[in-house]
């Protein structure tokens, strides 16, 4: 059993504490609220009661109080997580771990009325369907690693960046209105996972592919011509900040081996023009366990060292505009033969099936973690470009591609535990690393100039998380200057952490305070969405997000005013031939027209405007039995098309409740038969 010692805490902790066992004290003895109330069946009152009734620790309480936001405060940071299979985005504020927002990107959502009728949000999503099979609809995703854009290495809180794993897409959320403005079917690829990252100032999103296709895509090649047929490439996908689009007329792909390319990470700073991405299949194996083969997983693990794709986008963007690009689907493509030729591509040796790689803060240190290795690897980036220039190579893979010395450019390896995955950093020269199989989260210390003498590469300390880790996020801890403060431990497993709710558990964020000497954790957030993968991390004064849309008739997709919107006093239904088109406003608490009269079979173009300008009055539209709504915040217009092939009558109303006649905020549309 657990008991309430106050003073248990003293062994416990440093000054925060003692300040917080000071203000626990204070609190219980000036507190009026001292009766015991218990006794008489009543609810414990006052600190002691409450915590004493609820078999509170005082670390539970101090974690409390480090996390609670009271009702109408703000958090300090927001955090974006990747959806996982839910194809959304999560926004979360810290350290309250309040879910603020679900933005839907790659999965139709029906409140904010995303590919529920509306052109704009349905022109989006059928942008990204592959362009075979074009009418499939890909209605999810897998989306992995989000990212904000970056001004200098540091987020400018403008735009962030989502992939889908599962059919290699990259989408674009605009963070004026945190809605999605552009999804890229990447050409080429069929699956992606090193992506989304970005370079410094965020010239280019990167975008790694993972399972070798035969190239260019759909083409078929027999999987025993896998390593003569099939390849890997990565995507430089143009970031038009102007525009807040991809522009994929300025995008190119360089050519790689079938190596199974896993994460990426850009450099910055003094590694600014680089682009490092591991990998985890040099052995280019392709499973068959059906075929007594060895299955992909031991295929794929015999060899000790897998490499890392070091890669000069300065250079390869040079040769783009040189014209040495092979077109494949419409995409510039830069051959493996070219990418060697002209320096643009290196391997370094690295150990063994890794996962994750990240740059230091300076950008002076490549921190690679093996998962089938106990060590994190550290290579330096001076040490890189001294190997380049002096041509010292261990040899070239057959492919042809250089192949550094290993031993020439790494700096310090790492015991950290079984499985490290990924690492993001502080302020203060530490670095943390995700460690999937003993379920910990490790700190530990860089080299010169971050740390120096025997505080160099340390291990400092091991935190137990639950369960099994995958990515880690910092407070801008992968960014030129991290915060420190809070990690989140973005868990896979949940186990035995909550209320069950059947077989499928829910997974586990964990806010971890890092600013002490000791690591403590402070609050679990179960994800009822899985799998999240990477988040990120950025201070709330980052952002400067509308309240409502500048303009009355404004169109999300374009962010501009729509001058077809419809507005009050315009409001009207036209017909020509079998198209009728409307232009409909919404204000608290009507629609205009509220009777719209079609034959069936006609084309119905509704045009509809919410012509509010209050904060928060958001107006909905649904129409029964056609599959339509709509999400209209202030300022807001869509458009929406459709046949109207069933005749009868169909009421359409306001989904979303926004006064008191709100009920009442409601019209038909009237399909008569054809005879
Ligand atoms: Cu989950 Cu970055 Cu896709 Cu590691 S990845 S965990
Ligand atoms: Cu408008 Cu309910």
Not at 126 to 147: C, E, F, I, N, Q
Not at 445 to 455: C, H, R, T, V
Not at 497 to 520: A, E, W
Not at 553 to 567: C, D, E, H, R, Y
């Amino acid at each position: 059993m657990k008991s309430w010692k106050i003073l248990s805490i003293f062994s416990t902790g440093g000054l925060g504490i003692v300040l917080v066992v000071s203000f626990v004290f204070l609190f219980l003895f000036t507190s009026p609220l001292k009766t015991s109330s218990q006794k008489k069946g009543k609810s414990p009152e006052g600190v002691e009661e409450i915590a004493k009734a609820r078999d509170l620790t005082p670390q539970d309480i101090e974690a409390a109080l480090k996390t609670y936001v009271p009702t109408g405060k703000y958090d300090d940071y927001l955090m974006f997580c990747s959806g996982g299979h839910s194809g959304q985005v999560l926004v979360i504020g810290l350290p309250s771990m309040r879910l603020l927002k679900l933005i839907a990107v790659f999965t139709p959502e029906p409140w904010q009325g995303f590919g529920y009728g509306s052109n704009e949000s349905s022109d989006i999503l059928k942008a990204g369907y592959m362009p075979v099979g074009k009418d499939r609809k890909l209605s999810w995703g897998d989306t992995h690693h989000p990212a904000l854009t970056e001004t200098n290495g540091d987020y400018d809180g403008q735009f962030l960046f989502i992939n889908d794993k599962a059919n290699a897409r990259v989408a674009v959320i605009d963070l004026r209105d945190f809605e999605t403005k552009q999804i890229i079917k990447t050409p080429n690829i069929i699956s992606n996972h090193g992506t989304t990252y970005v370079t410094p100032n965020t010239e280019y999103v990167i975008e790694g592919s993972q399972y070798s296709t035969p190239l260019p895509f759909y083409n078929y090649a027999p999987i025993e011509q896998y390593q003569e047929k099939y390849r890997g490439l990565i995507t430089f996908h143009k970031f038009d900040r102007e525009k807040g689009r991809i522009d994929e007329s300025n995008s190119f792909q360089i050519e790689l081996p079938p190596y199974g390319q896993d994460l990426c990470d850009a450099g910055k700073k003094e590694s600014d023009g680089w682009v490092f991405c591991n990998t985890f299949n040099t052995e280019m194996a392709t499973g068959g366990i059906e075929q007594g083969k060895p299955p992909l997983e031991a295929g794929a693990s015999q060899r000790d060292m897998d490499y890392l794709h070091v890669i000069n986008w300065k250079k390869a963007e040079e040769v783009v505009k040189a014209g040495k690009v092979k077109e494949i689907s419409g995409a510039k493509v830069i051959p493996l033969e070219t990418a060697i030729a002209e320096g643009i591509l290196y391997f370094i040796p690295e150990p063994k099936s890794p996962h994750g790689v990240d740059v230091a803060p300076r950008g002076d240190y490549i921190v690679i973690s093996g998962k089938l290795d106990t060590h994190t690897t550290i290579f330096s980036f001076d040490k890189i470009q001294k190997a380049i220039a002096e041509e010292n190579y261990e040899g070239k893979d057959p492919y042809g591609v250089p192949i550094l010395n290993f031993k020439d450019v790494l700096v310090a390896q790492l015991e950290i535990g079984l499985g490290p995955l990924h690492t993001q950093f502080d302020n203060e020269g530490n670095a943390y690393t995700s460690v999937f199989i003993e379920s910990t989260l490790a700190k530990w210390k860089l080299g010169e100039p971050y740390n120096s003498g025997d505080q160099a590469w340390t291990l400092v300390e091991k935190i137990p998380v639950h369960y099994n880790i995958g990515h880690l996020v910092c407070a801008e801890g992968d960014t030129v200057s991290p915060d420190g403060k809070y990690c989140v431990a973005l868990n896979k497993w949940s186990i035995d952490r909550f209320t069950p709710v059947g077989p499928l558990h829910p997974q586990n964020f964990q806010l971890i305070d890092v600013s002490g000497d000791k690591m403590q954790l402070l609050y679990d957030m179960p994800i009822g969405i899985g799998e999240p993968h990477l988040c990120q991390i950025a201070k709330t004064d980052k952002f400067d997000p509308w309240l409502v849309y500048p303009e009355t008739g404004f169109n999300p997709a374009t962010m501009t005013k729509n001058p077809k919107a419809a507005l009050a006093g315009k409001e009207r239904i036209e017909r020509k031939g079998d198209t009728v088109e409307v232009w409909m406003t919404a204000i608290r608490s009507h629609f205009n027209p509220e009777h719209i009269k079609v034959k069936e079979g006609d084309k119905v173009k509704l045009n509809i405007t919410n012509i509010e300008r209050a904060r928060d009055a958001t107006h909905g539209f649904g129409i029964d039995g056609y599959n339509i709504n709509l999400s209209l915040e202030p300022g807001e217009s869509n458009t929406v098309e459709f046949v109207a092939d069933k005749p009868g009558v169909y009421p359409f109303y306001c989904t979303e409740f926004c006064s008191a006649l709100h009920l009442e905020m409601a019209g038909y549309l009237l399909v008569e038969p054809k005879e």
